[in-house]
């Protein structure tokens, strides 16, 4: 999963055009430890220097962080200073390759419907293996196994083959009543004089985008397949991200258009599958190219 996130994260970045930016002067990167034990979590602190009224977030699927693993954002300020602002991040991170391992942390900046990826200072952390020195990392023999005194019960298996007999009759026998009660109850049943018509839309998603962001994003990557599924005609929740922008262009969709619903959907894929939580004005901006490819077919 990790490895497609980032496979993903770096075709979007070259299809859109879109680089990501050195650091700025002032943006630092803290390490609690400088040598760790592979999977060892420990805590780093960023430093992110802005124009006044922009917002920082963390992108934990860059291909920058080089097997250095988010595993949890535990804290996250801001500071205003004359003409810029300081943003500092807690992180627990781990790392899972051995070795001195180069890494870069990278953030996304946004100031207003301008999102920007941002390369922090490189940073080099050595990691060495939990296995002492000469472990050849073999499981070693399972132990023989032991008798023990006495035997089973000569009706012991008869018992359990007569318990199993006499739970699948029960079992039948309810579904059998069941489904007579079922069956009585639809033919007592008037249909309605009117069908209501199911409402293609949103599914709610804009209520639960402050409280609930992966039901959201769900939602919106929901709305968004059914619609182009309806439109073009071909089976857009059966196929991956990647694979539905190649099928739009082929169906003689704008190129641009195209990529902006594939970017849409990797967010949504990053959201409900690798724990990204945009802030709430990434998600407003998410919600509102959503509608707009909704509304567009209605």
Same mark, same amino acid.
């Given at each position: 999963?990790?490895?497609?996130?980032?496979?993903? =994260?770096?075709? #979007?970045?070259?299809?859109? /055009?879109?680089?990501?930016?050195?650091?700025?002067?002032?943006?630092?990167?803290?390490?609690?430890?400088?040598?760790?034990?592979?999977?060892?979590?420990?805590?780093?602190?960023?430093?992110?220097?802005?124009?006044?009224?922009?917002?920082?977030? !963390?992108?934990?699927? =860059?291909?920058?962080?080089?097997?250095? +693993?988010?595993?949890?954002?535990?804290?996250?300020?801001?500071?205003?200073?004359?003409?810029?602002? !300081?943003?500092?991040?807690? %992180?627990? !991170? =781990?790392?899972?390759?051995? /070795?001195?391992?180069?890494?870069?942390?990278? !953030?996304?900046?946004?100031?207003?419907?301008?999102?920007?990826?941002?390369?922090?200072?490189?940073? *080099?952390?050595?990691?060495?293996?939990?296995?002492?020195? /000469?472990?050849?990392?073999?499981?070693?023999? *399972?132990?023989?196994?032991?008798?023990?005194?006495?035997?089973?019960?000569?009706?012991?298996?008869?018992?359990?083959?007569?318990?199993?007999?006499?739970?699948?009759?029960? *079992? %039948?026998?309810? %579904?059998?009543?069941?489904?007579?009660?079922?069956? &009585?109850?639809? &033919?007592?049943?008037?249909?309605? $004089?009117?069908?209501?018509?199911?409402?293609?839309?949103?599914?709610?998603?804009?209520?639960?985008?402050?409280?609930?962001?992966?039901?959201?994003?769900?939602?919106?990557?929901?709305?968004? &397949?059914?619609?182009?599924? +309806?439109?073009?005609?071909?089976?857009?929740? =059966?196929?991956?991200?990647?694979? %539905?922008?190649?099928?739009? +262009?082929?169906?003689?969709?704008?190129?641009?258009?195209?990529?902006?619903?594939?970017?849409?959907? +990797?967010? #949504? $894929?990053?959201?409900?599958?690798?724990?990204?939580?945009?802030?709430?004005?990434? &998600?407003?901006? $998410?919600?509102?190219?959503?509608?707009?490819?909704?509304?567009?077919?209605?």
């Amino acid at each position: 999963m990790r490895g497609a996130l980032l496979t993903a =994260a770096a075709l #979007c970045a070259m299809l859109l /055009g879109v680089g990501v930016a050195r650091a700025d002067d002032g943006d630092a990167v803290r390490l609690s430890r400088g040598t760790l034990f592979v999977g060892q979590q420990q805590k780093m602190t960023l430093t992110v220097v802005t124009p006044v009224g922009a917002t920082v977030e !963390v992108d934990p699927a =860059a291909p920058g962080w080089n097997g250095v +693993e988010v595993i949890a954002i535990t804290a996250q300020s801001r500071r205003d200073e004359p003409g810029r602002s !300081v943003h500092t991040i807690e %992180l627990l !991170v =781990a790392p899972f390759l051995i /070795g001195d391992i180069p890494f870069t942390p990278v !953030v996304t900046v946004v100031m207003g419907p301008v999102a920007t990826p941002r390369a922090l200072p490189e940073t *080099l952390l050595k990691v060495v293996s939990s296995l002492a020195p /000469g472990d050849n990392g073999e499981l070693s023999p *399972l132990a023989p196994p032991l008798s023990i005194a006495g035997a089973e019960s000569p009706f012991l298996r008869p018992a359990i083959v007569g318990g199993v007999f006499a739970a699948t009759v029960v *079992l %039948l026998l309810a %579904l059998f009543l069941a489904g007579q009660a079922v069956v &009585r109850r639809l &033919r007592n049943v008037r249909p309605p $004089d009117v069908v209501p018509v199911p409402v293609r839309g949103l599914g709610g998603a804009e209520a639960l985008l402050a409280e609930d962001p992966v039901g959201a994003y769900r939602r919106l990557a929901t709305a968004v &397949r059914t619609v182009l599924s +309806e439109r073009y005609g071909f089976p857009a929740f =059966a196929l991956t991200t990647g694979e %539905l922008q190649r099928r739009m +262009e082929a169906e003689g969709v704008d190129r641009w258009q195209a990529r902006l619903v594939s970017g849409l959907l +990797e967010e #949504c $894929d990053a959201v409900v599958y690798a724990g990204y939580r945009p802030a709430i004005e990434r &998600r407003e901006a $998410d919600l509102t190219m959503a509608r707009e490819v909704v509304e567009a077919s209605a």
